[in-house]
Nanobody, 123 residues
Framework: QVQLVESGGGLVQAGGSLRLSCAASGSIFRTNAMGWYRQAPGKQRELVAVIRSGGSTNYADSVKGRFTISRDNAKNTVYLQMNSLKPEDTAVYYC?????????????????WGQGTLVTVSS
């Protein structure tokens, strides 16, 4: 079974930094785009950043210049370095991956989500 496991969330003061990691495991043949989304209480889930297999990236306007997404293709892992954190960055952060893998014996293109990791920024 293909799954994503996130780590690195926690409590930090405004202006601080955190680094999130997300590792994909299972029968994976190729990982395409990987990204991070977040959902704050009472709000819809929103895209934070995405990185494609070739390395191109996109960021939400609210995090440009503060967050950096990167990936290690050999480890099927994506990272999100978050600097200059603000209280409005408080949310559950979810990892997302589009990949070619085998799930329950069937090979195909899959979209997989992590379980989420909570980031809390205090003022």
């Amino acid at each position: 079974q293909v799954q994503l496991v996130e780590s690195g969330g926690g409590l930090v003061q405004a202006g601080g930094s955190l680094r999130l990691s997300c590792a994909a495991s299972g029968s994976i043949f190729r990982t395409n785009a990987m990204g991070w989304y977040r959902q704050a209480p009472g709000k819809q889930r929103e895209l934070v950043a995405v990185i494609r297999s070739g390395g191109s990236t996109n960021y939400a306007d609210s995090v440009k210049g503060r967050f950096t997404i990167s990936r290690d293709n050999a480890k099927n892992t994506v990272y999100l370095q978050m600097n200059s954190l603000k209280p409005e960055d408080t949310a559950v952060y979810y990892c997302n991956a589009h990949l070619l893998g085998a799930d329950k014996g069937t090979l195909g293109y899959l979209e997989v989500w992590g379980q989420g990791t909570l980031v809390t920024v205090s003022s």
